[in-house]
């Protein structure tokens, strides 16, 4: 489909930051976005970019009531040369359609989810920050539009994309930061919606991580639903541990999400020297492992961080200290591979890489 397209004069067009270094995660939106319509009877159509605008939404749109909404979280670079690059976009795609099947809506073509980023990517390209540690964070979302009250799916929607030029994900930068471990207050259960990124995900953890907030620590640690004991995310991040030599993170049962970032980690260790292994592990194993220093590194993943490596961690009251609070050698070194590769400081012999033309 042709994509419309309002483009505002350049005196319109909003001041660029002066310190890229100096960006707050989230805060501060481009020019443009992208927005496309569906409806039963015509399905995906009217695809446009205009101006960043307030969406005009009726009080009884589905999304408010019934939580029928999905999201993506993806970043593009700017690479030595110039060049705009993304990060495994058609994963992003993959998932954002697994996403809406599960929560009742329709799907959208990879190729033209592909094709709107790049268009809307094309016309922000001085949103690009290039510094290391900095990016153009990218938030495709798909919300239920049709005004109706009952429990049922909506027969509209809206997908729309936003941009936002962000600095590091936690203050502290690629620093080792706290968790706390909640035994009381679950992410998600079997047969529930873990596995999709789905709003209502995040909205029932934001109790439990103001919790930690207030108790000093940055992230949750999630627990399982059902015994509360085995470890499943670490905030809206993939966990991994070093525990004697050896690579583990836990395995995708269907209670957390299929982070892009933890597949490429797992795809990329043994090249760099590392064996993995999928396991669950429970909190009193992790625990006793600190302790006994056969523990020497945890850390999450995700797209805002990509590896954010764990210091401390609090469970029941009781505090126990990661590697000296310190990062480790191996949050590093596969810090400094993904990153190298998703700036084009290297090259990608993965394939990984999708340079916008």
Known sequence: MEIKKTVLPSEKLKP???????????????????????????????????????????????????????????KAYKSPSGDI?????????????????????????????LAYESELLKLEKRWIPDQKGTALYMRPTVIATEAVLGVRPSSRFLFYIILSPSGPYFPEGFNPVGLWSSREISRAAEGGTGAVKAGGNYGGSLLAIQTAVDKGYSQVLWLDAKEHRYIEEAGAMNL????????????????????????????????????????????????????????????????????????????????????????????????????????GEKPDPYGWVYTIT
């Open 85 to 113: 690059l993304l990060f495994r976009p058609r994963e992003n795609a993959r998932r954002l359609n697994k996403s809406l099947e599960r929560m009742c809506m329709p799907t959208i073509p990879e190729d033209d989810i």
């Open 240 to 343: 991994f541990f070093v525990i004697n030599d050896k690579l583990i993170t836990p395995p995708l049962t269907g209670t957390i999400l299929p982070g892009i970032t933890r597949k490429s980690i797992l795809e990329i260790a043994s090249d760099l020297g590392i064996q993995t292994e999928e396991k669950m592990i429970t909190i009193e194993e992790l625990c006793e492992g600190i302790q006994e220093e056969t523990v020497t590194e945890v850390f999450g993943a995700g797209t805002a961080a990509v590896v954010s490596p764990f210091g401390k961690l609090n469970v029941d009251g009781e505090e126990y200290i990661i590697n000296n609070n310190q990062t480790g050698p191996w949050s590093k070194k596969i810090y400094d591979e993904l990153t190298a590769i998703q700036y």
């Open 16 to 74: 660029l930051f002066t310190d890229a270094t100096a960006l707050l995660f989230g805060k501060q939106f481009t020019d443009y976005m992208f927005t496309l319509d569906y409806t039963k009877e015509k399905g995906w159509h009217n695809p446009e970019i205009k101006p960043y605008s307030m969406l005009t939404l009726d009080p009884a749109a589905l999304v408010f009531h019934y939580s029928q909404e999905v999201f993506e979280g993806q």
